[in-house]
């Protein structure tokens, strides 16, 4: 690994670490040119971000010592990224447009990406037109997606952002085993025509085979048997395993495409539907544009890559070991959900692609909420505690359609302008006496009012959310978390960290079988689970 790019990352990160972001601007005339760009209808401006020209500078040099260009073109060629399971990671094949010509380790992918988009194409097609129909011969008027993890976050962000006020179908999502999630999915609906898509890669998972079930014998005890796999459709990587459980038709993804990256496949095919087939080839030429410009602009110019880069600075070079997204756009309110299964999935990691544990800092911990909610709550404690936390405004221009939202705005670039500039003591204390407090009171107060500010943000422009500007945003957050995880030198594309509570739970709902904890119980899990069980 680069080590002495590394030393002087951190090196100049300690040099500067008490240095005004403001100051920056001031001594850089060019700094804001140098640290924006537009990629495939965005704009990213990330001149609020700590780092000096000379930071800027040795986080790039970071970026060419780890190789990030020769790990990219490897993505791309379809070669075994995903060192830990032996397989490529292709989902950009899957957004690819027709002609296309990716390969998993050497096997030709395209011609099979195109024929599955093309099934999902004339499948959402005829049941939008009411072609295809339920047990009954009725029409499907609704649709409850069942899945979990990669297999629900990702869909459900297409659904939240791009759905129509008064949709024509009614798209639900099921993702919790707790039972209180499929009733409130079922409220409401009509056995016959109502369609259940069940989205998982084995489909060997615990909570949503035990949700499919769920929603079978809901349909089971309405419906004639003769017809009733025409109500249930499965995706997934098994399937065999789909037509045994009753799916009358399977749309297919590959082992090469991980759960978290899947959404641009047959995984979204609800989303396909309810929104027609037009609106989610728009959401993949978005993700295509955004690989265009990741695999074409020079480091210096290119969205992930700084992106990522401005991320490692305040993680590695500062200590900030969290960072918070705000959504300015009310149907971007899960997108916080989303990353942090993208980012903290894929880059939770402790040990280096060889096995060896890392040196320093990876992933932080990701959160947020759409604004001007976040600002209500956690706003607080950005602007004030004692931590750094570092943050991504999202500013969509238009959000809906009657007009241009600038309280939306403003309250966006206020709360990035204040993060940077901050409020001192002096000027806490003269604004106090303006107001016609006392000297006595003032200066009480005047330090609960200071904002240290010089706190870091990066801010993302979009005129409209549209189909285009989501599949670019989302595609750009996904080689964002690649570029990190090359520089960390880590594979972001395992998640063994997720299978041990899985392998544990199945040993626990054993002991729930047998009545009683066993033996090889930890006390306090045995305890527990003989409170739960009496």
Same mark, same amino acid.
């Given at each position: 690994?680069?080590?002495?790019?590394?030393?002087?990352?951190?090196?100049?990160?300690?040099?500067?670490?008490?240095?005004?972001?403001?100051?920056?601007?001031?001594?850089?005339?060019?700094?804001?040119?140098?640290?924006?760009?537009?990629?495939?209808?965005?704009?990213?401006?990330?001149?609020?971000?700590?780092?000096?020209?000379?930071?800027?500078?040795?986080?790039?040099?970071?970026?060419?010592?780890?190789?990030?260009?020769?790990?990219?073109?490897?993505?791309?060629?379809?070669?075994?990224?995903?060192?830990?399971?032996?397989?490529?990671?292709?989902?950009?094949?899957?957004?690819?447009?027709?002609?296309?010509?990716?390969?998993?380790?050497?096997?030709?992918?395209?011609?099979?990406?195109?024929?599955?988009?093309?099934?999902?194409?004339?499948?959402?097609?005829?049941?939008?037109?009411?072609?295809?129909?339920?047990?009954?011969?009725?029409?499907?008027?609704?649709?409850?997606?069942?899945?979990?993890?990669?297999?629900?976050?990702?869909?459900?962000?297409?659904?939240?952002?791009?759905?129509?006020?008064?949709?024509?179908?009614?798209?639900?999502?099921?993702?919790?085993?707790?039972?209180?999630?499929?009733?409130?999915?079922?409220?409401?609906?009509?056995?016959?025509?109502?369609?259940?898509?069940?989205?998982?890669?084995?489909?060997?998972?615990?909570?949503?085979?035990?949700?499919?079930?769920?929603?079978?014998?809901?349909?089971?005890?309405?419906?004639?048997?003769?017809?009733?796999?025409?109500?249930?459709?499965?995706?997934?990587?098994?399937?065999?395993?789909? $037509?045994?459980?009753?799916?009358?038709?399977?749309?297919?993804?590959?082992?090469?495409?991980?759960?978290?990256?899947?959404?641009?496949?047959?995984?979204?095919?609800?989303?396909?539907? $309810?929104?027609?087939?037009?609106?989610?080839?728009?959401?993949?030429?978005?993700?295509?544009?955004?690989?265009?410009?990741?695999?074409?602009?020079?480091?210096?110019?290119?969205?992930?890559?700084?992106?990522?880069?401005?991320?490692?600075?305040?993680?590695?070079?500062?200590?900030?070991?969290?960072?918070?997204?705000?959504?300015?756009?009310?149907?971007?309110?899960?997108?916080?959900?989303?990353?942090?299964?993208?980012?903290?999935?894929?880059?939770?990691?402790?040990?280096?692609?060889?096995?060896?544990?890392?040196?320093?800092?990876?992933?932080?911990?990701?959160?947020?909420?759409?604004?001007?909610?976040?600002?209500?709550?956690?706003?607080?404690?950005?602007?004030?505690?004692?931590?750094?936390?570092?943050?991504?405004?999202?500013?969509?221009?238009?959000?809906?359609?009657?007009?241009?939202?600038?309280?939306?705005?403003?309250?966006?670039?206020?709360?990035?302008?204040?993060?940077?500039?901050?409020?001192?003591?002096?000027?806490?204390?003269?604004?106090?006496?303006?107001?016609?407090?006392?000297?006595?009171?003032?200066?009480?107060?005047?330090?609960?009012?200071?904002?240290?500010?010089?706190?870091?943000?990066?801010?993302?422009?979009?005129?409209?959310?549209?189909?285009?500007?989501?599949?670019?945003?989302?595609?750009?957050?996904?080689?964002?978390?690649?570029?990190?995880?090359?520089?960390?030198?880590?594979?972001?594309?395992?998640?063994?960290?997720?299978?041990?509570?899985?392998?544990?739970?199945?040993?626990?709902?054993?002991?729930?079988?047998?009545? $009683?904890?066993?033996?090889?119980?930890?006390?306090?899990?045995?305890?527990?689970?003989?409170?739960?069980?009496?």
């Amino acid at each position: 690994m680069p080590d002495s790019a590394w030393t002087t990352l951190t090196q100049v990160a300690a040099n500067e670490a008490g240095s005004r972001i403001l100051d920056q601007f001031r001594s850089d005339p060019e700094r804001l040119s140098l640290m924006s760009l537009e990629a495939a209808g965005l704009y990213l401006d990330l001149s609020k971000q700590s780092w000096s020209r000379a930071g800027f500078d040795a986080a790039l040099a970071l970026a060419r010592a780890a190789d990030v260009e020769g790990r990219r073109a490897a993505l791309f060629a379809g070669e075994a990224v995903n060192n830990t399971e032996g397989r490529a990671v292709l989902h950009p094949a899957l957004r690819a447009p027709k002609g296309a010509d990716f390969h998993a380790l050497g096997e030709a992918v395209s011609a099979e990406v195109e024929a599955v988009r093309d099934q999902m194409r004339d499948y959402a097609g005829a049941v939008r037109a009411g072609h295809e129909t339920g047990a009954t011969g009725k029409p499907f008027k609704a649709i409850v997606h069942v899945g979990i993890g990669g297999s629900d976050l990702g869909p459900r962000l297409i659904w939240d952002a791009l759905r129509p006020l008064d949709p024509a179908i009614d798209l639900r999502f099921v993702a919790n085993i707790d039972p209180r999630d499929m009733a409130e999915a079922l409220t409401g609906l009509d056995p016959e025509t109502t369609l259940v898509i069940v989205v998982s890669k084995t489909f060997t998972t615990q909570e949503t085979l035990a949700n499919a079930e769920v929603a079978k014998a809901w349909l089971a005890a309405a419906l004639p048997t003769d017809g009733m796999d025409r109500h249930f459709i499965g995706v997934t990587a098994a399937p065999e395993r789909a $037509a045994q459980f009753g799916c009358g038709q399977t749309f297919a993804f590959r082992d090469w495409v991980g759960g978290r990256y899947s959404l641009w496949s047959a995984v979204s095919l609800s989303c396909a539907i $309810a929104l027609g087939w037009e609106v989610f080839q728009g959401f993949l030429d978005g993700a295509a544009a955004l690989d265009r410009h990741f695999l074409e602009a020079p480091l210096e110019h290119n969205a992930p890559v700084l992106m990522a880069l401005a991320q490692i600075y305040n993680v590695d070079g500062l200590n900030r070991p969290s960072r918070t997204v705000a959504p300015y756009a009310h149907a971007l309110r899960r997108l916080p959900a989303f990353l942090q299964q993208l980012e903290m999935e894929s880059n939770g990691k402790r040990v280096q692609r060889d096995g060896t544990p890392v040196e320093r800092q990876t992933c932080p911990v990701v959160f947020g909420e759409p604004g001007t909610n976040g600002q209500h709550a956690f706003f607080q404690q950005i602007h004030q505690g004692p931590q750094v936390v570092p943050a991504e405004f999202i500013i969509v221009g238009q959000t809906h359609e009657a007009e241009k939202e600038s309280p939306l705005w403003a309250n966006a670039l206020a709360q990035a302008q204040a993060l940077m500039q901050g409020k001192s003591t002096e000027e806490a204390h003269a604004e106090l006496i303006a107001s016609g407090a006392s000297e006595e009171e003032a200066a009480r107060l005047a330090l609960h009012r200071t904002f240290p500010g010089n706190r870091p943000s990066t801010t993302i422009l979009m005129p409209r959310l549209t189909p285009q500007a989501l599949g670019a945003l989302i595609a750009l957050y996904e080689h964002k978390t690649f570029v990190e995880g090359v520089i960390w030198n880590i594979n972001s594309f395992d998640q063994w960290g997720v299978e041990l509570g899985k392998v544990l739970a199945k040993a626990v709902l054993k002991d729930v079988a047998e009545g $009683a904890p066993s033996a090889s119980l930890d006390p306090s899990t045995s305890s527990l689970l003989t409170r739960l069980l009496a």
